[in-house]
């Protein structure tokens, strides 16, 4: 849900009006049912990944459902949630691929040296010397580290660059950018 980097300072939050998309935040996706009793895979976002439970309720993505876990507990990669209302393996499976989100106001504020995922997309990849370079599209974890997906100016397809202070020198969420500096041979000029 939110990147922890070293020897950084962030701007603070936008202090623009919010959109109503913009004042949720995906804290998780449900996967697989886990057994016959109603038990899910649950892939948390959160910095800690138990502290999905701290949130009370949680929305589906268009809002029409609202979940609570009634428990939590370690599985592999994921974690294993049992939420109320779903007793069986069946409404587990109805469940699978949902995205689980909290309004923004229940979240903590990010500290100087973390990002919330939904700040970072959408904004523009300036280089060093001020050109633009593209849009931050995504921010992935493949277990090596932070990555931005960045979609160059004028392309379709897009490239992933480390999110390290070395390659994102500046993160200005207030100003809508963040100035790069890749490491030689990674960007065509």
């Known amino acids: 849900m939110h990147l922890k980097r070293q020897r950084r300072r962030v701007s603070p939050p936008p202090a623009r009006r919010r959109e109503p ?13 886990q057994g016959i009793r109603g038990e899910v895979r649950l892939q948390s976002f959160t910095a800690d990944p ?15 459902q609202s979940l609570e876990i009634l428990s939590l507990r370690p599985a592999g990669k994921a974690l294993a949630a049992r939420f109320k209302g779903v007793d069986d393996r069946t409404a587990a499976e109805r469940l699978r691929n949902v995205e689980l989100y909290v309004l923004r106001d229940r979240l903590p504020t990010p500290s100087a040296e973390e990002f919330y995922h939904a700040d970072l997309i959408g904004l523009t990849a300036l280089t060093r010397d001020g050109a633009e370079f593209g849009t931050v599209v995504a921010i992935h974890d493949f277990g090596a580290g932070d990555l931005l997906e960045l979609r160059p100016v004028g392309r379709s397809s897009t490239m992933m660059l480390p999110f390290t202070a070395l390659t994102v020198t500046i993160v200005d969420i207030a100003g809508g950018r963040i100035v790069i500096d890749p490491p030689q041979g990674l960007v065509e000029t």
Do not use: E
């Not at 998309?21 to 998780?28: L, N």
């Open 50 to 64: 138990v502290a999905i439970a701290d949130y009370g309720l949680l929305q589906t993505k268009d809002g029409k």
């Open 21 to 33: 998309s913009d004042q949720r935040i995906c804290v998780g996706r449900i996967g697989a049912p």
